[in-house]
């Protein structure tokens, strides 16, 4: 190779990487029709292969049929102090530069300053800016000859868009990186971001839950669990049987329980309130959680929400309008894993007293049948249908009366 062709190879790859892809396709273009003008069709081949090559390489960075776009975007979300950034160097309709970078945020730091400290870093490693920078929103700072736009339709706001979503995954790898390289740094992050979005004062480092369990309003229970850091701390979850409401009245029932369990704390450990209560339901079940807690002076000295199951709202105490946070952000995970965790175990706890409850009526309805009779059969035999199944005469054997065996068997098979 001749020095002239190794110096055209270099700048050919040097224009390539400065987005010049377009014009070497043209360029090889011409000499493939040149030389099949001549009848060099071998020479012609060449250059074909190198034009397919070329936009081969070249579709897979496209983002815009307008092939005269030439601009550089940033875009930024943040989440729990941190920032996450994403740089795209888009020329002639396709990136030919992407960089993710991410910033810890100092405390009251705006957004706009971590842009501008985002695109100076940027500058300073890939050189001076296009004439035209996209942004989300402006930074706090000019530079000469940029002229910083928001873009708000077609296909500007399209790159600015693709920019963002690649933001948005980086902060969700990184988050997720974070959560198994150093758990509790990533839980405490989570908490922070919690705190935030709810203008809570304190961590919420200890998180409780409340949820009504009454299907077909029967065997009215409550449970609450209790999250401390972050995960559940299954050996303070507490389960509770309503006792003063009737019938199925989720309002008073979610009175009596807060009321029950904060009364009860209070008495025995005052120390250990939570930071957060967090009621399974919408603004009826915290109107009257929020209630027992202001009887028992306990409003000012914790946050209370409820989380409504059917759009994921969060609703406040006071305030009409539900806050909606981010569908993607850890913050709401939190709560509908603690909601969900306290749905699971007020479910079991029903269901436990469900099967019990059939299991009396079943047996102990029986004339006859007391309690010590039904232990013993059940004892004897391990479940109702095995007693249904068993002869008259095995069953008369075991308790000594046959008239009672009969019914217990008629009884049984007739249910």
Same mark, same amino acid.
């Given at each position: ?22 014009? $070497? ?12 003008? +001549? ?51 888009? +020329? ?14 100092? $405390?009251?730091?705006? %957004?706009?300053?971590? !842009? ?86 304190? @961590? ?61 704390? @209070? ?52 305030? %009409?309008? %539900? @806050?909606?946070?981010? &569908?993607?952000?850890?913050? !709401? ?5 603690? +909601? ?13 007293? &469900? ?61």
């Amino acid at each position: 190779m001749s020095v002239a062709d190794y110096n055209a190879d270099v700048e050919e790859i040097v224009s390539l990487l400065k987005g010049g892809a377009n014009e $070497i396709i043209q360029h090889y273009k011409r000499l493939m029709h040149d030389a099949a003008d +001549r009848l060099d069709f071998e020479q012609a081949q060449i250059y074909k292969e190198k034009v397919d090559s070329l936009q081969q390489h070249y579709s897979k960075s496209v983002i815009t049929s307008a092939t005269d776009t030439n601009v550089d975007v940033f875009s930024l979300v943040t989440d729990a102090g941190e920032s996450f950034g994403n740089f795209m160097r888009v +020329r002639s309709g396709a990136v030919i530069q992407s960089l993710n970078l991410g910033f810890k945020m100092n $405390i009251e730091e705006e %957004p706009e300053a971590v !842009l501008s400290e985002f695109i100076a870093e940027i500058e300073s490693k890939f050189g001076k800016l296009a004439g035209e920078v996209l942004v989300p929103f402006l930074p706090d700072v000019e530079m000469e000859g940029v002229n910083f736009r928001i873009p708000v339709k077609g296909d500007k706001l399209a790159i600015l868009a693709l920019s963002t979503r690649n933001a948005k995954e980086f902060q969700f790898n990184s988050i997720r990186q974070k959560e198994h390289t150093d758990p509790d740094q990533y839980r405490t992050m989570v908490l922070s971001e919690l705190q935030k979005a709810l203008g809570m004062k304190a @961590l919420p480092e200890h998180i409780e839950c409340f949820d009504n369990s009454n299907i077909q309003g029967t065997n009215p229970v409550a449970s609450c669990v209790v999250f401390r850091g972050g995960v559940p701390s299954k050996k303070d979850y507490r389960k509770f049987k309503i006792k003063t409401v009737i019938g199925a009245n989720d309002y008073a029932s979610m009175k009596e329980v807060v009321n029950r369990r904060y009364s009860r704390m @209070l008495a025995e450990a005052p120390d250990d309130l939570p930071q957060l209560i967090v009621i399974d339901g919408g603004k009826g079940q915290l109107d009257f959680a929020y209630q027992a807690l202001s009887e028992l002076g306990l409003t000012e000295k914790l946050t209370v929400v409820g989380l409504a199951k059917r759009l994921e709202e969060v609703i406040r105490v006071g305030d %009409p309008y %539900p @806050l909606f946070i981010d &569908r993607n952000s850890s913050a !709401l995970k939190v709560l509908q894993h603690i +909601r969900d965790e306290a749905h699971r175990f007020g479910i079991t706890f029903h269901r436990s007293l &469900r099967s019990k409850s059939q299991i009396e009526s079943a047996l102990t309805k029986i004339k006859g049948v007391g309690e010590q009779t039904e232990k013993r059969l059940l004892m004897h035999y391990g479940s109702v249908p095995r007693i249904a199944a068993a002869s008259v005469d095995d069953l008369a054997s075991f308790l000594g009366k046959r008239e009672l065996a009969e019914r217990i068997i008629s009884k049984l098979n007739d249910n």
